[in-house]
């Protein structure tokens, strides 16, 4: 529902185990209510327990400016709405790695 969820669930996740055994990769928007996905993509790449996590980050607002803000925060890939397929082919992409 909002990036606090999204984190609070991750946070969880990895306090119990093996994140990847609940979380394989993080799709997120840049807007979004109480967290922006900047600042979620941020909180993953900086948390040794989740760096690891592959992040995308899928948003009509990826222009360059926003995309090198998301490289800086340690994005794995950035997509612009509507890319739905080739959203799914670099989802599989960064799970097989």
């Known amino acids: ?3 606090q969820e999204a984190w609070d669930f991750i946070e969880k996740a990895a ?6 055994d ?3 990769c993080v799709i997120t928007d840049i ?3 109480i ?4 600042r ?4 993953i790449k900086s948390t040794d327990a989740t760096k690891k996590l592959p992040v995308v980050i899928f948003s009509s607002l990826v222009n ?8 800086q925060l340690g994005a794995d890939a950035q997509l612009s709405k509507p890319e739905i397929g080739n959203l ?3 989802v599989d992409d960064l799970i097989k790695e």
């Open 40 to 43: 979620l993509t941020k909180l």
């Open 31 to 33: 807007e979004m209510p």
């Open 22 to 24: 609940k979380v394989r």
């Open 15 to 20: 306090q119990e185990g093996d994140i990847t």
């Open 35 to 38: 967290m922006d996905g900047h």
């Open 88 to 90: 799914v082919r670099v």
């Open 1 to 3: 529902m909002n990036g």
């Open 64 to 71: 360059e400016e926003m995309r090198r803000k998301g490289e």
